[in-house]
């Protein structure tokens, strides 16, 4: 970490929300694709990634000096999304967002819809792990700080998550 | 079937989700919510201290108020003193309280109301839920569970009603059971509509700082227009000219749809400061209340001013006002006391009588207050099988009904029919 970031971090943890907020806000994006790949909905992901934030901003005090911010805000990410998925309004009645709405049109909906319907057959931890593998790009050594696990183990997960998803994709693809 | 090897399963993915990308707007709103966060414990070394100094404030408080009286929220300072914002030290200015959006919470309830045609078809909402009952509030289904927070409820007609949320304005025309999401604006608080297509509607982070916007295609759109005041509070119109507007530095009326507006009642800068909500509740173009109420929390920080008018607004009348902090009208004492705590908006019931929902910290009890006289006298009807709570009363003449979320959280609607002593209460959600 650089001098910068290391007086940010030291301020932040002191209570200077002005210093947190120059150290998540390049963060959001990366929260929020990783929100949107598991929710599957860009406000349940602005939503979940507000969310992130204030806990992020609450527990600040326990963040390690030194260590590396993006696995550990992506760890409470990942977590917040869980929560909400296993929320008891979430298989209810959902309303389109209108934001969405707007943004998608009928191309963009119909790319990508048997990806994403294949991932909705995933659990959680396989879904968050394809994430942070395809869609972040992160290395597994930070893959499996997020993960709580080794690089090894994360390694291992990303190949079982796509082996699934492949077997749900072909599943798919099968002619009724 | 293409192969899927890796590369080929990345380029998908990318595609799936490339295309969404994040408002400028959610990243500063989540900004905002982190600046707005209150202050919490910053040291590890000072949490145990801060607990235990809660701990002790918890047991000392309990010795000496005896198990009814309720705690206002401390906040742990950086230092790890404790702060109580309804009890400023002697020679501190008071902080000022954290920000409270219990309105918010996931299963809350804040808002009913019933359908003005026959008063059969109840609605009631909150954060990121939706009831609604087919038989005057007797039994309830939940026709809408998700994230978007209600705000406000209005019905245009007997069938279709409109929800201010968090998501955007959504519409129903079945009478609330199912909703289609109509406009983008999210942050609608306050809607009022002169006919099916052209509404005002009071938007913001705030009604503390609410800006007029007015549709002319039936809430799709909003546009920001010109108005006599910043910020504005509260907009209600009895017909499609007249109307009236409240904020903080006064009360103005339109006769022509809100193109120009007359100033009636003015109040010097400071008078109702930020925590301060106006709120217009007109019963025809003559008969009507401004009520001023204070959402400070705390003990003994809950206040009303209530003003009525006979002659739409020529006089605005102060009618009764609570007793506590101070009467912020100075030189102006009014004749009669409003009841202790007000909770909640300002219920008109007629040209001269009106309802609050109320909540006395001593006692931890909710009452229903009643005025007949234009607010100079007050009856109470204590809601017995509620604690503290807070929410919003419905009326109509076959009854009444109140949605409300006590302080552990649990959203209730309460149906009291005509001349029955008490409440009903039905736990909803939860």
């Known amino acids: 970490l650089g001098s910068a970031t290391l007086a940010l971090i030291q301020e932040a943890r002191a209570g200077d929300r002005l210093a947190f907020e120059a150290l998540v806000r390049p963060l959001y994006s990366p929260a929020f694709r990783l929100a ?27 963040f390690r000096e030194g260590s590396d911010l993006r696995p550990w805000l992506l760890t409470i990410v990942g977590n917040q999304c869980r929560s909400v998925r296993r929320g008891r309004w979430w298989s209810l009645i959902r309303v389109p967002d209108p934001a969405r709405v707007e943004a998608s049109h009928e191309e963009s909906s119909v790319i990508g819809a048997d990806l994403r319907q294949a991932l909705l057959k995933l659990g959680h931890q396989q879904r968050l792990t394809l994430a942070l593998h395809f869609y972040l790009d992160l290395p597994y050594e930070e893959m499996a700080r997020v993960l709580g696990t080794t690089s090894q183990a994360a390694k291992a997960r990303t190949h079982r998550a796509m082996v699934q998803l492949r077997a749900i994709m072909a599943a798919q693809e099968q002619p009724q | 079937m293409s192969r899927l090897d890796e590369p080929e399963l990345r380029r998908r993915y990318r595609e799936a989700f490339d295309r969404v990308s994040p408002r400028d707007e959610a990243v500063e709103r989540a900004m ?19 607990a235990v100094a809660i701990a002790m404030a918890v047991v000392v408080t309990m010795l000496l108020g005896g198990h009814n009286v309720r705690l206002t929220p401390s906040v742990i300072q950086p230092d790890g003193r404790v702060a109580n914002p309804g009890v400023p030290t002697a020679g501190e200015s008071q902080p000022p309280p954290p920000p ?39 039994s309830w289904t939940q026709v809408y569970a998700g994230p978007a927070v209600v705000r406000d409820l209005l019905w245009l007609d007997g069938h279709a009603v409109l929800a201010a949320t968090s998501r955007g304005l959504m519409r129903s025309d079945d009478a ?27 938007a913001g982070s705030s009604l503390a700082s609410g800006q007029l916007v007015k549709t002319t295609d039936g809430g799709a759109t909003y546009r920001p227009v010109d108005s006599p005041t910043r910020p504005v509070h509260w907009i209600q119109f009895v017909d499609e000219r007249r109307g009236w507007l409240a904020g903080p530095a006064g009360i103005w009326t339109t006769g022509d749809g809100g193109s120009t507006w007359e100033r009636q009642r003015s109040f010097e800068p400071g008078t109702f400061g930020d925590s301060w909500l106006a709120q217009i509740g007109m019963r025809d173009q003559l008969h009507g209340f401004a009520y001023y109420r204070s959402t400070a929390t705390g003990m003994n920080q809950a206040a009303g001013v209530l003003f009525h008018t006979a002659d739409g607004g020529k006089t605005w009348r102060l009618v009764s006002a609570t007793s506590y902090p101070t009467t912020p009208l100075s030189g102006q004492a009014p004749n009669h006391s409003l009841p202790g705590s007000p909770t909640g908006e300002l ?3 007629g040209p001269a009588s009106a309802k609050l929902l109320g909540w006395l910290p001593a006692s931890d009890r909710t009452y229903i207050y009643s005025t007949t006289d234009g607010g100079g006298s007050w009856t109470s009807s204590q809601v017995t099988s509620l604690k503290g709570a807070r929410g ?38 939860g």
Not at chain 2, 398 to 411: C, L, P, Q
């Open chain 2, 176 to 202: 609330g059971l199912t909703w289609t999401v109509i406009g983008s604006r999210t942050d609608l608080l306050r809607l009022d509509f002169l006919n099916l297509s052209v509404g005002y509607a009071v």
């Open chain 2, 100 to 138: 409270v959006a219990w309105d918010e919470r996931p299963g809350s309830l804040s808002r009913v109301t019933f359908d003005p045609v026959e008063g059969r078809i109840g609605l009631a909402g909150g954060g990121g839920v939706m009831v609604r009952s087919p038989d005057r509030g007797q």
């Open chain 2, 347 to 349: 219920v008109v019931t």
């Open chain 1, 36 to 62: 949107v790949a598991i929710l599957h909905d860009s406000g349940d992901a602005e939503d979940a990634v507000q969310e992130s934030l204030l806990k992020a901003w609450r527990r600040f005090s326990t």
């Open chain 2, 392 to 429: 919003q009363l419905a009326w109509l003449p076959a009854g009444e009904w109140m949605a409300v979320t006590d302080f552990a959280g649990n959203a209730y609607i309460g149906v009291r029919g005509g001349g029955e002593p008490d409440f009903k209460l039905i736990q909803v959600g």
């Open chain 2, 32 to 50: 905002a919510a982190v600046a707005a966060a209150p202050e919490t414990v910053r040291h590890p070394l000072l949490a145990p201290a801060a």
